[in-house]
């Protein structure tokens, strides 16, 4: 994600802001402790490459949030940007939080898409043939 980032902030400053936007959402357990790359990904932010920068600190409240509690609450406004905008998501972390962003992802197909689960299903799977649905997960 990070060479992404660093790629896109090269293209924007030597070209020009020729991107769509770039939506992050990034989870970790607490701020001090888990935030890693907070300065660059700040910067990012700052500079206007990350158009937006969602936050999920599990354990810093009572009742845990994740990054598919942000991505759920965004549902319409991400459905509008996968289908109709023909935007790409990139998914790094643990695989538990792959597939529970996937089941998200799939909700919001249901939901916004007017889809069935199986339908929704088929239609990540033909993101990922397509290199616009990118998993890179570990245990």
């Not at 937006?52 to 549902?75: C, P, T």
């Not at 069935?116 to 043939?129: C, D, F, I, M, P």
């Amino acid at each position: 994600m990070r060479a992404i980032l660093q790629e896109r902030s090269y293209e924007r400053k030597s070209i020009g802001d020729a991107q769509g936007p770039n939506i992050l959402y990034f989870g970790c357990k607490n701020r001090t402790s888990d935030y890693i790359y907070r300065d660059e990904l700040e910067a990012f932010s700052d500079e206007g490459t990350i158009t937006e920068l969602h936050l999920a600190f599990s354990r810093e409240q009572a009742e845990k949030v994740y990054v598919q509690h942000l991505l759920a609450q965004r549902g319409a406004e991400t459905w509008k940007l996968i289908d109709d905008g023909k935007a790409s998501i990139f998914v790094c972390g643990a695989v538990k939080m792959g597939a529970d962003v996937d089941h998200t992802l799939q909700d919001i197909i249901v939901q916004h898409g007017g889809m069935s689960r199986e339908k929704a299903k088929a239609y990540l799977g033909k993101l990922q043939t397509a290199g616009r649905f990118v998993q890179e997960l570990w245990s």
